[in-house]
């Protein structure tokens, strides 16, 4: 059994950050991607951003030089610091997990979902 949670939304003035965290827990052997999506109402969910195993980085455009994503392997957790924020930014951010279980199954885990608002 495998458990994704996020936690670090809240409602903010545009401007000002965020950080986000995510803590994948349970039956891990390895996790692969490491990602974070969001999906306003109204909208369909996009991918923010996601790393790698090793390190490697993508950002949707809209969110470059503004959003961070990095891990911490050890704890199995990602983060996604999150400065300069928008209103546009304002939607329900998801983590997501490309996990190898210690049952060597691989499976993709999305963790409730943290509301972030971005108003002034």
């Known amino acids: 059994q495998v458990q994704v949670v996020e936690s670090g939304g809240g409602l903010v003035q545009p401007g000002r950050s965020l950080r986000l965290s995510c803590a994948a827990s349970g039956s891990i052997f390895r996790i692969y991607d490491m990602g974070w999506y969001r999906q306003a109402p109204g909208k369909q969910r996009e991918l923010v951003a996601d790393?790698?195993?090793?390190?490697?980085?993508n950002y949707v455009d809209s969110v470059k030089g503004r959003f961070t994503i990095s891990r911490d392997n050890a704890e199995n957790t990602v983060y996604l610091q999150m400065n300069n924020l928008k209103p546009e930014d304002t939607a329900v951010y998801y983590c997501h997990a490309d996990v190898l279980s210690r049952v060597l199954r691989r499976m993709d885990y999305w963790g409730q979902g943290t509301q972030v608002i971005v108003s002034s």
């Open positions: 790393i790698s195993s090793g390190g490697s980085t």
